[in-house]
């Protein structure tokens, strides 16, 4: 019997720290997970959307964030989501045997999330919710964050990402829908092609 039997495959992992004068956050993601989350930033709303990223992921999360929420959430929220970009494209290695492209559409009563992904190794982010929202979800999430967590996401993972609410009244639902549909669309993509071989590009890489 081969000495390699019953060996399992290395798991995806990706560890970020950044430290500024505004915060101080590790993130530590494991592609390869059964979607246990500990996730503390300081901001409800915010923990409570990643919460929902590595439970409907599959993807094992910690996130622990320190930041300046005397002056308000922006920069915790901001910082955070650059690490976690960076965290999820050091996991992904180089991308082999992955099926790379993944969507997902989660409704979530009154509110619906179409969400397509390209782990292609460009950032570029196409998003679009419905105008009229409640400007703030709880005393610190500024709706108007959840554009700029994705823009952040995308910048240091390197991904395609296009994001659409079609419909949607209620502002926690219209956000929450994102975050369901980003993390099975990421699963999706991120999960191995049992038929593929090699980095899945006519480049050779990604």
């Known amino acids: 019997m081969s000495s390699l039997a019953g060996t399992e495959p ?3 992992l990706g560890r970020v720290e950044r430290a500024t004068k505004e915060t101080s956050v590790l993130v530590e993601v ?4 059964t979607g246990h989350v500990d996730v503390s930033t300081g901001v409800g ?3 409570h959307m990643l919460n929902q990223l590595g439970k409907h992921g599959l993807f094992d999360l910690t996130v622990k964030t320190e930041g300046d929420l005397h002056i308000d959430s922006h920069h915790t929220i901001e910082d955070t989501s650059l690490a976690l970009g960076a965290a999820f494209r050091e996991a992904l ?14 409704p979530l009563d009154e509110s619906l ?10 950032p570029y982010l196409v998003h679009t919710e419905p105008g009229g929202m409640a400007p703030m979800i709880g005393p610190e999430y500024d709706t108007t964050m ?20 079609p419909y949607g009244r209620n502002a926690h ?22 038929r593929a071989t090699g980095v899945p590009s006519t480049k050779g890489v990604l």
């Open 10 to 12: 290395a798991k995806r």
């Open 30 to 33: 494991n592609l390869d997970g």
């Open 45 to 47: 709303f915010f923990d």
């Open 93 to 106: 290695g180089d991308k082999s045997g992955i099926r790379r492209f993944g969507s997902a559409s989660c």
């Open 113 to 122: 999330a179409q969400v397509t992904v390209d782990l292609s190794g460009r």
């Open 146 to 165: 959840t554009r700029h967590i994705l823009e952040s996401f995308v910048a240091q993972a390197a991904i395609c990402l296009h994001v659409h609410v």
């Open 173 to 194: 639902h219209i956000v929450e829908a994102q975050f369901k549909a980003l993390a099975r669309a990421l699963r999706e993509a991120s999960e191995f092609d049992p």
